[in-house]
């Protein structure tokens, strides 16, 4: 099992760049980083390209808001979830 699950220390934005040059995809990413709004719409985007067809990807800290939006992820991920609308299946928004 311990073959099957990568961690990797990195700056996200590099990490995810480097899957996607090496063509690696995954079944399953779960995406937790920093609480910016464009940081996380970054890596939705960029996690989205590696996610096999059929995959699940699991976003933390959804309900996360702050006064600013340009400090909470929540207002990134709906506009993901709003560019993305007919590509995926919501399997649960808590």
């Known amino acids: 099992m311990e073959d099957r699950i990568t961690g990797i220390k990195d700056n996200s934005t590099n990490a995810l760049l480097n899957f996607i040059r090496a063509n690696k995809t995954f079944d399953f990413i779960y995406v937790d980083g920093s609480h910016l709004l464009l940081d996380c719409y ?21 309900l ?3 006064e600013s939006i340009l400090d ?3 207002e990134a991920v709906n506009h993901f979830l709003k560019v ?6 919501l ?3 808590t």
């Open 42 to 62: 970054s890596d939705l985007v960029l996690s989205w390209d590696i996610l096999e067809s059929g995959g699940i990807m699991a976003i933390d800290d959804y």
């Open 64 to 66: 996360y808001k702050q």
């Open 72 to 74: 909470s992820p929540f």
């Open 84 to 89: 993305y609308q007919g590509k995926y299946k």
């Open 91 to 93: 399997l649960n928004k």
